[in-house]
């Protein structure tokens, strides 16, 4: 997720400054490296670095950029490591053309060694710089820019939000977009487009939207949309933006950790467009490895636990989960030159997690991580990274982050299971298959379950504790909603696998105490009945996550929230968990506390 701006203003206007003020507006999306350019007749100037905002600005004065047209950019890096470098804009050989893109672009290896093979020189690390080299190699054919954009444009694969200025067409903004999101702002005579409109609200409250295959055309004559596949022009009329600058940021949702929960549809296809090359590189690490680990903390460590179980069932691989803070006197004595340490963690800067790999890598173990910022002192550390590609996660209780986590190491476990050949190829390609529906199933959850959700809250509020039961795979589940729950609503709350729960913890309950169980049809289906009704008899308020259409459950429960599809045992996390973070949230809205920033907690935990 990164933060796009770009503008055509009146000539004699200077763009430098409004750029500077958008991407402050857009940091939120993405603030690893920041860059931008302006054209100014034949002279385009770019500037751009690593760092935030006022750091690239101090050192390099973004405001005296020359020129009414151009285009700014924030990053959050997905392809390269947030360098100079890989910063944005990128440009062609000439430096003519300066491409920002927000997404991931696939295909950009074969069309990166096809214009290599021509003679482009590529000066980045990122997929991006395919854009403004394909766009200079056809402008070479003698198309013009409009359609030698509109043709580049039509060969990426994957999720785009890209923004062209040349000096081939100095007053002109090429953009476009597929998946990642593009607005266009309408000023007076003076024409935006922006990742959000957060990007333009103090400049116009006329906003355009651009639909998924459109690019458009900003020039001094105004902003003309038309669609990528066949240059047909699109007519669409303006919107008026009412939102207030801090609810632009959150896109109109209340809080950001709400926003970040409704992001996970797209941040799921993210996560799974991440190259196979990557997995084929830590399945390498995880086969010849003696012994493994996964350290975490944690929502990171539920996921760990998710992805352990995933291994053993997949690929018959025993990795041993350690709450980071604990790894030390728990596995550091087993640790030696041929053990993995696979450590997850969003922020990459937990220090319980980095002290372990420190740790671990001092008595030479292969150090792999799943990681949301490219940067971090984790990924520094890292003998191989995967990126999760979540995006910036604000809210600090972790949501997206998640769930993006756990679909990479379910592809990571597919893949060790592949090339180890303990299960079969048939059953792999259906895992995979169906990690790709999850995304459907969540927008499904959230465009008709809010209200149900928002009612078992309210019924819960007056609760002064809350138990979370599933089994299998959805133990790590069940923690996690009490981990959200408890850290957002302050409700103590409690969470076993539900097999143990008679073990001590069923001696807690009493009439209406809410049990929620997380009861997919799976292998524990039966067995996870059994525990309901020894909840239910003794009086519990039986809450139930399950499969639409399971009456058997449905009877026995009070409440139920249905997920549309059946899904395989291993994938039922991904799902079931939304459900448990929405409940999370608006208790704790209906506590009237602030589900952003939840007290004694921090985005990053930077001290042991
Ligand atoms: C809970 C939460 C924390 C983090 C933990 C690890 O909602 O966000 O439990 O998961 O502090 O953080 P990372 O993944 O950044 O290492």
Same mark, same amino acid.
């Given at each position: 997720?990164?933060?796009?701006?770009?503008?055509?203003?009146?000539?004699?206007?200077?763009?430098?400054?409004?750029?500077?003020?958008?991407?402050?507006?857009?940091?939120?999306?993405?603030?690893?490296?920041?860059?931008?350019? /302006?054209?100014?007749?034949?002279?385009?100037?770019?500037?751009?670095?690593? &760092?935030?905002?006022? =750091?690239?600005?101090?050192?390099?004065?973004?405001?005296?950029?020359?020129?009414?047209?151009?285009?700014?950019?924030?990053?959050?890096?997905?392809?390269?490591?947030? @360098?100079?470098?890989?910063?944005?804009?990128?440009?062609?050989?000439?430096?003519?053309?300066?491409?920002?893109?927000?997404?991931?672009?696939?295909?950009?290896?074969?069309?990166?060694?096809?214009?290599?093979?021509?003679?482009?020189?590529?000066?980045?690390?990122?997929?991006?710089?395919?854009?403004?080299?394909?766009?200079?190699?056809?402008?070479?054919?003698?198309?013009?820019?409009?359609?030698?954009?509109?043709?580049? @444009?039509?060969?990426?694969? *994957?999720?785009?939000?890209?923004?062209?200025?040349?000096?081939?067409?100095?007053?002109?903004?090429?953009?476009?977009?597929?998946?990642?999101?593009?607005?266009?702002?309408?000023?007076?005579?003076?024409?935006?487009?922006?990742?959000?409109? +957060?990007?333009?609200?103090?400049?116009?409250?006329?906003?355009?939207?651009?639909?998924?295959?459109?690019?458009?055309?900003?020039?001094?004559?105004?902003?003309?949309?038309?669609?990528?596949?066949?240059? +047909?022009?699109?007519?669409?009329?303006?919107?008026?933006?009412?939102?207030?600058?801090?609810?632009?940021?959150?896109?109109?949702? $209340?809080?950001?950790?709400?926003?970040?929960?409704?992001?996970?549809?797209?941040?799921?296809?993210?996560?799974?467009?991440?190259?196979?090359?990557?997995?084929?590189?830590?399945?390498?690490?995880?086969?010849?490895?003696?012994?493994?680990?996964?350290?975490?903390? &944690?929502?990171?460590?539920?996921?760990?636990?998710? &992805?352990?179980?995933?291994?053993?069932?997949?690929?018959?691989?025993?990795?041993?989960?350690?709450?980071?803070?604990?790894?030390?006197?728990?596995?550091?004595?087993?640790?030696?030159?041929?053990?993995?340490?696979?450590?997850?963690?969003?922020? &990459?800067? /937990?220090?319980?997690?980095?002290?372990?790999?420190?740790?671990?890598?001092? $008595?030479?173990?292969?150090?792999?991580?799943?990681?949301?910022?490219?940067?971090? /002192?984790?990924?520094? %550390?890292?003998?191989?990274?995967?990126?999760?590609?979540?995006?910036?996660?604000?809210?600090?209780?972790?949501?997206?982050?998640?769930?993006?986590?756990?679909?990479?190491?379910?592809?990571?476990?597919? /893949?060790? *299971?592949?090339?180890?050949? =303990?299960?079969?190829? $048939?059953?792999?390609?259906?895992?995979?298959?169906?990690?790709?529906?999850?995304?459907?199933?969540?927008?499904?959850?959230?465009?008709?379950?809010?209200?149900?959700?928002?009612?078992?809250?309210?019924?819960?509020?007056?609760?002064?504790?809350?138990?979370?039961?599933?089994?299998?795979?959805?133990?790590?589940? +069940?923690?996690?909603?009490?981990?959200?729950?408890? =850290?957002?609503?302050?409700?103590?709350?409690?969470?076993?696998?539900?097999?143990?729960?008679?073990? *001590?913890?069923?001696?807690?309950?009493?009439?209406?105490?809410?049990?929620?169980?997380?009861?997919?049809?799976?292998?524990?289906?039966?067995?996870?009945?059994?525990?309901?009704?020894?909840?239910?008899?003794? *009086?519990?308020?039986?809450?139930?996550?399950?499969?639409?259409?399971?009456? =058997?459950?449905?009877?026995?429960?009070?409440?139920? @929230?249905?997920?549309?599809?059946?899904?395989?045992?291993? !994938?039922?996390?991904?799902?079931?968990?939304?459900?448990?973070?929405? %409940?999370?949230?608006?208790?704790? @809205?209906?506590?009237?506390?602030?589900?952003?920033?939840?007290?004694?907690?921090?985005?990053?935990?930077? !001290?042991?």
């Amino acid at each position: 997720m990164c933060g796009i701006f770009g503008c055509v203003l009146h000539d004699g206007s200077q763009a430098a400054p409004l750029i500077h003020a958008a991407l402050k507006r857009l940091e939120y999306r993405g603030y690893d490296s920041v860059g931008e350019v /302006t054209i100014d007749g034949d002279k385009l100037t770019v500037k751009k670095d690593s &760092g935030r905002l006022e =750091e690239v600005h101090a050192k390099y004065d973004l405001d005296d950029l020359p020129g009414p047209v151009g285009v700014g950019h924030t990053r959050w890096a997905t392809h390269g490591r947030p @360098v100079y470098e890989n910063s944005h804009p990128l440009v062609d050989c000439k430096s003519r053309i300066a491409v920002v893109h927000n997404g991931i672009i696939q295909n950009y290896l074969d069309i990166k060694r096809e214009l290599e093979s021509k003679g482009h020189h590529f000066q980045s690390r990122t997929d991006t710089e395919v854009v403004p080299h394909l766009v200079e190699d056809y402008l070479t054919q003698g198309m013009s820019l409009e359609e030698a954009f509109r043709k580049t @444009v039509n060969r990426l694969e *994957g999720a785009y939000a890209i923004v062209l200025t040349s000096t081939e067409q100095p007053k002109t903004i090429l953009c476009a977009r597929q998946e990642s999101p593009l607005v266009l702002g309408i000023g007076e005579g003076e024409y935006y487009c922006g990742s959000d409109f +957060a990007a333009f609200l103090p400049l116009t409250r006329k906003a355009v939207l651009l639909d998924e295959g459109e690019m458009a055309v900003l020039n001094p004559n105004g902003a003309r949309i038309l669609k990528l596949k066949n240059a +047909a022009p699109v007519k669409r009329d303006p919107i008026t933006i009412t939102w207030d600058p801090e609810s632009a940021k959150k896109q109109g949702f $209340k809080h950001f950790m709400l926003k970040e929960i409704h992001e996970q549809a797209q941040s799921l296809r993210d996560a799974l467009r991440t190259e196979q090359l990557y997995y084929d590189q830590f399945a390498k690490k995880i086969i010849e490895a003696d012994k493994m680990f996964i350290v975490a903390c &944690g929502t990171s460590y539920h996921a760990g636990l998710v &992805g352990s179980l995933a291994l053993a069932k997949l690929a018959g691989i025993n990795a041993r989960v350690v709450v980071a803070s604990e790894f030390s006197e728990e596995a550091l004595d087993l640790v030696g030159p041929k053990s993995v340490i696979l450590a997850i963690s969003q922020s &990459g800067e /937990t220090m319980d997690t980095l002290n372990a790999v420190r740790d671990a890598r001092a $008595k030479g173990a292969t150090i792999l991580s799943v990681l949301n910022v490219l940067g971090s /002192t984790l990924m520094r %550390l890292s003998t191989v990274y995967i990126d999760q590609n979540a995006g910036p996660e604000i809210g600090v209780a972790s949501t997206k982050a998640f769930t993006s986590q756990i679909a990479v190491l379910l592809r990571l476990a597919s /893949t060790v *299971g592949r090339r180890k050949g =303990e299960v079969s190829a $048939k059953e792999i390609t259906e895992l995979e298959a169906e990690l790709h529906r999850v995304p459907a199933l969540i927008q499904t959850i959230l465009n008709t379950k809010i209200d149900e959700i928002r009612r078992i809250a309210e019924e819960c509020d007056a609760a002064s504790s809350i138990c979370f039961l599933g089994r299998g795979v959805n133990v790590p589940t +069940a923690l996690e909603g009490r981990l959200k729950l408890l =850290e957002l609503s302050y409700v103590p709350a409690i969470a076993y696998p539900a097999g143990e729960s008679k073990h *001590g913890f069923i001696a807690l309950i009493e009439e209406g105490f809410p049990v929620i169980f997380v009861a997919p049809k799976d292998e524990t289906h039966k067995r996870i009945i059994g525990n309901i009704m020894e909840m239910k008899a003794r *009086g519990a308020r039986v809450i139930s996550i399950i499969e639409e259409g399971d009456e =058997e459950i449905r009877n026995l429960s009070d409440r139920v @929230v249905e997920i549309g599809e059946s899904l395989p045992s291993l !994938v039922t996390p991904l799902v079931y968990v939304v459900p448990m973070q929405l %409940l999370a949230y608006y208790l704790s @809205v209906i506590k009237g506390h602030d589900p952003d920033y939840p007290r004694n907690l921090a985005k990053s935990v930077t !001290v042991e």
